[in-house]
């Protein structure tokens, strides 16, 4: 399927690009939104990771609950459809503080992959 032409919509659950030692880890889309500046935002959670912190080592859990990407991000990360569940992931929380940021100006959508979105966050942690 042509990268362009993936259709995404809240409850997909797709296989990803992961980093090594996370093959199983998995991504639930969660939301879909247009936005005049900044483009469309899909919001994802992540199943199946290793957060550690950078500096201490510690687990700091194995789910990420939100985070946004843009449209180009994810066609590039997913790799394979693997369903759809029919209750999304508990997400609400992390949405309302990153759309409040988002609304101020103070937080994105990330426009890497979501392999390096998942480095990026360990490396915030700790601090």
Request: with cysteine; charged share 20%.
């Amino acid at each position: 399927m042509s990268n362009s032409l993936r259709e995404y919509m809240p409850g997909q659950v797709w296989s990803y690009q992961t980093r090594k030692g996370e093959e199983t880890s998995y991504l639930t889309i969660l939301k879909i939104e247009e936005y005049p500046k900044a483009g469309t935002a899909i919001h994802i959670a992540v199943d199946k990771v290793n957060i550690l912190g950078p500096q201490s080592g510690e687990c700091y859990g194995q789910t990420i609950s939100h985070m946004p990407f843009s449209r180009e991000a994810l066609d590039n990360s997913v790799t394979e459809l693997n369903g759809k569940v029919s209750t999304l992931p508990i997400y609400e929380e992390g949405y309302r503080d990153w759309k409040e940021h988002f609304t101020n100006g103070n937080a994105g959508i990330f426009s890497i992959s979501v392999a390096e979105a998942i480095g990026f966050i360990e490396t915030t942690l700790d601090k």
